[in-house]
């Protein structure tokens, strides 16, 4: 028993902490309304996979019936911060939030998964992160087998935490911020914005990137891409290191208010969610980062969301693409920063599209960030019934705004071969409209 | 709980389906009822009638409490292993195994959620009415279990009007089967409906036959605002007394009114003494002339507005009102108590005051609305378990709102059941005679008292 740690054990260590869940958590009232709408719970059946119980447990822990054990760090993992808890609540309780600061009080009292400590030691020093992922894009295609459809290799060997199955997306052997110079100009710039690339972007899909340019591009969009800029920092703090991931925004906060730019645009709504929402309130006992982390929140929008809202973008020479469409809208868009109208009205916007909703697209991929990674089995679960979603309605093509969405789903098509079905960013379709346009 | 019992209960269900972890253990310790909880010894998850039936006798001949649960949804504790024990959970059979289109029957396993029984039968133009605040995760054992009502209540009655027949595992592992698709069926005791509301202390529901009816063709739907309590009292009377049964007939306390406002800004004036809200269903002919009765009925009646929705997007803006009424007031506290006391419908405005005037006597947050055709009110108190002042306060205002709602010849609950929750109350409705009754049924039915023990009839 010597590793379990006891609820008086960290009370002392972190009072704030605790006090803090602890008010937040008495609001469940233990409806069960949760369940109808989780992921985990669908597939694992069992209280522990579902928002009730999680904050049951942690509850459990305040109270000193528990400890903090390997079984906590367990039930806590098995969420895809997907958020459809919270958003099914009517109690108002921030289920998801609520977990991210249960794997906090983990982290305090038993320190990071070591594995996880290996990988956000790495992150943390940028430039070695940069060399590291760069490496993987030049020497990745030895260990990678490409399979017949763009973006889409699997592992040669056995990769430590993957399943060999697993399709994944290769590095690019040049970064997307080497691919340009970091300020893209145009002829007569209406505005200019900022590019947080974010590290999917950047490092493997570097053509959502090229695509997101191209269309800045053709509505005279000046783009700067900070070179420093790093990642957004969502897999570190919902891992529970929420130091690190202060690390992460403190450096990204710095980087970009260093540009005179009117917006800052991701691709990536965790990434968008990350400036809008996640970095001012890290910092909400730190006056001085929190206003400058809000003056950041208030310019940053995600892309579909400004080429609509602000941008008003080009329709006339919008040529044509034939595909049927259907749509995934990830959970940190349609729930995080609730952007779910605009890339349907970019989609819709293209001659030649037809689009099919399918029945559940806001329903979760099963990616949920690394929590793929650990708990794979499972999310290829989940997946499936997005996979079989996306089947219905005989689309040719999945968009999405993610990265990680679009590689989870590729893996999923693969699986179920379903060979005839691409993944790309809602982008990448205007971009291939503007493109068809000139011809 | 002996290693060999659960070494046995392992080899019944598998090795994945018995949980055991501290952690696991803590998960079931609870239901939706606040300031229950109690750690079960072992977590159990069948999945088929013979696993039940086995891991029953087991229990029964080493006298180990079992405590059935759906989805841990109820409000009065029914699923809390308050001594320990077999927790043993009935999701894993979720099968719909037969919609009879004929006979206008499905039958189906008990760990089918509502709802997904209803998206089932919708494709066949028909519903399965009960319909409790949790359709989407409550199952059809909790809900018959329960006895479980619904918005619809007035018009379509509760579970056990649709209850037709189930396979029963008995205390002591042996499987019964009583009633079945006959419409007409008068052979013996009613023990289908025995086992209807019976909380889990008289035996585990493994199967349901269930009778679903015709969806409703066309409904409209309205809401009045009513400056005197009074008023919307003699709208429902006068709603009934013009021969219409409405589908729904909803009512919110000036209370809860404010709350809801505060809260969701629905539009309600915040010196309204109660809203009503209205629905009928039925043959569109029918609906149209019953809608125009309704109508009347309430401006006779002083309603100070009434609004009928056009479209379904009016529809659900007059319920939204309704929607909000409990997420409102529980988030205004930590600690949410639905109550459940029951008064015949002429007296719901006399009722209403009463908890008002509770409220104000004991200092304590109560919202009320509730089914006001039905006479099943739900008066919400709000509160902190953490504050023991408080709960002391807590306490005695319920006493009173139960005992009120006994002396006006109502009944502790409509539709959530007894549990452990309102099991103090119970004698002063029944009396002694009829308790011990109950409870003669109760040890013939479970000797050993393994089923759900405590509940309802209390210690037998
Ligand atoms: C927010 C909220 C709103 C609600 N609204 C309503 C409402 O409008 N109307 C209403 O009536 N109720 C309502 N309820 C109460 C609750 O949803 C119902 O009681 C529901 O029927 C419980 O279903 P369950 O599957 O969760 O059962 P559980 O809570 O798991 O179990 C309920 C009881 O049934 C027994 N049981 C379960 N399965 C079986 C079985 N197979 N065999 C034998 N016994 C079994 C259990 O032992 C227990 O005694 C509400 C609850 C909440 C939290
Ligand atoms: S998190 Fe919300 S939906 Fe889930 S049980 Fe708690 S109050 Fe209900
Ligand atoms: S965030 Fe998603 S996966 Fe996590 S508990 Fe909520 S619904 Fe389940």
């Known amino acids: 028993m010597s590793n379990e740690i006891t609820a008086k054990d960290i009370n002392e260590h972190d009072k704030e902490l605790l006090r803090d869940i602890e008010d937040a958590l008495a609001n469940c009232v233990k409806c069960g309304n949760c369940m109808a709408v989780c992921p985990i719970f669908k597939e694992v059946g069992v209280e522990s996979g579902v928002a009730r119980g999680k904050l049951a447990l942690m509850e459990g822990v305040l109270k000193g019936d528990i400890p903090i054990s390997d079984n906590f760090e367990k039930a806590l993992g098995k969420c895809l911060s997907c958020k459809a808890c919270a958003a099914n609540c009517s109690s108002g309780v921030p289920a998801d939030e609520l977990i991210i600061r249960g794997r906090q009080a983990i982290v305090k009292a038993r320190g990071l998964h070591p594995m996880k400590q290996k990988v956000f030691t790495l992150l943390k020093n940028r430039p070695l992160f940069d060399f590291a992922l760069r490496m993987a894009g030049l020497f990745g295609p030895l260990g990678m087998k490409k399979l017949p459809r763009p973006m889409a290799v699997v592992a040669r060997f056995p990769m430590p935490g993957m399943d060999k199955r697993r399709v994944l997306t290769p590095f690019a052997a040049t970064p997307l911020r080497n691919q340009y110079p970091e300020t893209i100009k145009v002829d007569k710039p209406k505005m200019r914005v900022a590019f947080f690339t974010g590290c999917t972007i950047n490092y493997a899909y570097t053509d959502i990137g090229q695509s997101v340019i191209n269309v800045l591009k053709a509505n005279d969009v000046e783009v700067v891409m900070p070179s420093m800029q790093h990642c957004c920092g969502t897999p570190v703090f919902t891992s529970g290191d929420i130091e690190t991931g202060k690390t992460f925004a403190r450096h990204n906060i710095q980087t970009f208010e260093r540009y005179d730019v009117d917006y800052i645009v991701a691709a990536c709504g965790s990434c968008a969610e990350a400036f809008k929402f996640e970095y001012p309130k890290m910092f909400k006992d730190e006056p001085d980062m929190k206003a400058r982390a809000e003056k950041l929140a208030k310019k940053t929008l995600e892309i579909s969301e400004f080429l609509v809202d602000v941008v008003k973008f080009r329709k006339d020479n919008l040529g044509e693409v034939k595909a049927t469409v259907t749509m995934h809208d990830p959970c940190h868009m349609v729930r995080g920063i609730k952007v779910t109208q605009q890339p349907r009205e970019i989609v819709n916007a293209i001659p030649g599209i037809k689009f099919v909703e399918m029945k559940e697209p806001a329903r979760c991929c099963g990616s949920g960030g690394s929590f793929s990674l650990a708990n794979y089995e499972l999310s290829r679960k989940i997946n499936d019934r997005k996979v079989a979603d996306i089947a219905s309605t005989h689309a040719d093509i999945v968009a999405t705004s993610c990265g990680s969405c679009r590689m989870h789903i590729t893996d999923g098509l693969v699986q179920n071969h379903q060979d005839n079905t691409q993944v790309v960013h809602v982008i990448q379709l205007l971009d291939k409209a503007y493109q068809a346009g000139k011809k | ?460």
């Open chain 2, 1 to 460: 709980m002996q290693t060999s019992t659960l070494d046995a209960l392992k080899k019944i269900v598998g090795p994945e389906y018995l949980l055991t972890s501290p952690e696991d253990l803590y998960c079931y310790s609870y239901d939706a009822t606040p300031g229950h909880q109690h750690l079960p010894e072992a977590v159990v998850r069948p999945a088929s009638t013979e696993e039940i039936s086995k891991i029953l006798a087991l229990a029964n001949s080493n006298k180990i409490p079992v405590y059935t649960r759906g989805s841990g949804t109820n409000l009065c504790a029914d699923t809390c292993p308050t001594n320990g024990g077999i927790v043993l959970v009935t999701t894993r059979m979720n099968k719909i195994l037969e919609i009879d289109k004929e006979n206008l029957i499905a039958v189906a396993q008990p760990g089918v959620v509502v709802a997904d029984l209803n998206k089932a039968v919708a494709e066949f133009g028909l519903i399965y009415p009960p319909d409790p605040g949790t359709v989407a995760t409550a199952t059809l054992g909790g809900t018959v279990s329960e006895n479980a009502g619904g918005l619809r209540g007035l018009k379509y009655g509760v579970t056990k009007h649709y209850v037709m027949g189930m396979e029963v595992v008995l205390a002591d592992g042996n499987i019964i089967n009583c009633g079945g698709k006959n419409v007409k069926d008068v052979s013996g005791y009613d023990m289908t409906k025995l086992f209807t509301g019976a909380e889990g202390t008289l035996g585990v529901i493994t199967k349901l036959i269930l009778k679903v009816v015709p969806a409703p063709e066309a409904k409209k739907a309205m809401m009045a605002i009513f400056k005197n309590l009074d008023d919307a009292g003699n709208s429902v009377a006068g709603i009934i007394s013009h021969k219409i049964i409405p589908s729904t007939l909803e009512i919110l306390d000036n209370s809860t009114i404010r709350t809801v406002e505060d809260s969701a800004k629905v539009g309600l004036p915040l010196d309204a003494e109660a809203v009503l809200l209205i629905e009928v269903d039925g043959n569109p002919t029918v609906v149209e002339a019953e809608a125009e009765k309704v109508f009347a009925v309430l401006k006779e009646n002083h309603a100070f507005s009434v609004q009928v929705a056009k479209n379904q997007q009016e529809v659900d803006k007059l319920w939204a009102a309704r929607r909000a009424a409990l997420p409102a007031l529980s988030k205004l506290r930590p600690t949410t108590f639905c109550e459940d006391a029951t008064v015949p419908r002429s007296q719901v405005p006399k009722f209403l005051r009463a908890v008002s005037d509770i409220a104000k006597k004991y200092n304590v947050t109560i919202g009320t609305f509730g089914h006001a055709g039905d006479g099943n009110m739900h008066p919400t108190i709000v509160c902190d378990l953490r504050i023991k002042e408080e709960m002391e306060r807590v306490d005695k205002a319920m006493d009173e709102i139960f005992t009120t709602a006994l002396k006006l010849n109502g009944t502790l609950s409509g539709e959530h059941g007894i549990g452990l929750g309102k099991l103090s109350w119970m004698e002063q409705q029944h009396g002694p005679i009829l308790m011990e009754t109950m409870r003669s049924i109760k040890r013939a039915l479970d000797p050993n008292l393994i089923l759900n023990p405590g509940k309802l009839v209390g210690e037998c």
